[in-house]
């Protein structure tokens, strides 16, 4: 079974307004971190924001904010006002801890494209 | 602060070569991850250096190894190179890689083209 799902392949947004990515988790563990990176066509990933397994606020960071339903184990990025600098692969990880450090597993990504 | 930096940044080598490529942290970041992102396996976890010392490692053979130097800069080892490791291999900083400091900065990548 796949640790981290995310099952938008793609998604198209106006600019300007809000667009959800989804992102349901698997795991066993009590504590873990839940993240999300951008990935630019430039290749470089870019951390956003972080959600521990403990966090009872939902996590913010500017227009990024993470919707984290811990008993559905999901972890959706919402991104407010788009822009069409956002157009970019978003990926949704989580940290586990394993062997004396977190590892993590990534989901397959969801492509967004901002549209003017 | 300078970011992650990769070295080199696109590379092309034939099958059965082995190849060697190089990352540097931030400044003050003692975690190194590498991680391998190719379009059938998406992103995956190679290892994790911390203190020179490897400190996880992901399920990939042992033609992959990596190694930290005193100065926390890493390099990654790919031996007996096979057509279907060419990918994007990015490496990842961070303070500790502890709970506490869960931030990675991520480097531009190295491409990776075996023929």
């Known amino acids: 079974a796949q640790k981290i799902t995310q099952t938008q392949p793609g998604m198209f947004v106006q600019e300007k307004e809000a667009v959800t990515l989804d992102c349901t988790y698997d795991?066993?563990?009590?504590?873990?971190?839940l993240f999300w990176y951008k990935q630019p066509s430039s290749g470089e990933m870019i951390f956003l924001i972080y959600?521990?397994?403990?966090?009872?606020q939902n996590a913010t960071e500017g227009r990024y904010s993470l919707n984290f339903q811990k008993a559905r184990k999901s972890a959706n990025l919402v991104i407010s006002a788009s822009q069409l600098g956002d157009s970019a692969m978003y990926f949704c990880?989580?940290?586990?801890?394993?062997?004396?450090?977190?590892?993590?597993?990534f989901g397959r990504g969801t492509s967004l494209i901002v549209h003017p | 602060k300078a970011g992650v930096t990769q070295t080199p940044r696109y590379l092309i080598k034939t099958r059965g070569q082995q190849v060697t490529l190089s990352c540097s942290p931030i400044?003050?970041?003692?975690?190194v991850s590498w991680y391998q992102q190719t379009p059938g396996q998406g992103l995956q976890f190679l290892f994790e250096y911390f203190s020179e010392t490897q400190r996880n490692k992901g399920n990939f053979p042992g033609r992959f190894s990596g190694r930290q130097f005193s100065n926390s800069r890493s390099e990654m080892n790919v031996s007996t190179l096979e057509l279907g490791d060419s990918a994007l291999y990015l490496c990842a900083s961070s303070l500790e890689g502890g709970p506490s400091s869960y931030e990675q900065y991520f480097g531009p990548g190295t491409r990776l083209t075996v023929t």
């Open positions: 990880a989580m940290r586990e801890y394993r062997g004396g450090s977190y590892i993590p597993t």
């Open positions: 400044s003050g970041h003692r975690s």
């Open positions: 959600q521990g397994s403990y966090d009872e």
């Open positions: 795991t066993s563990d009590q504590s873990y971190g």
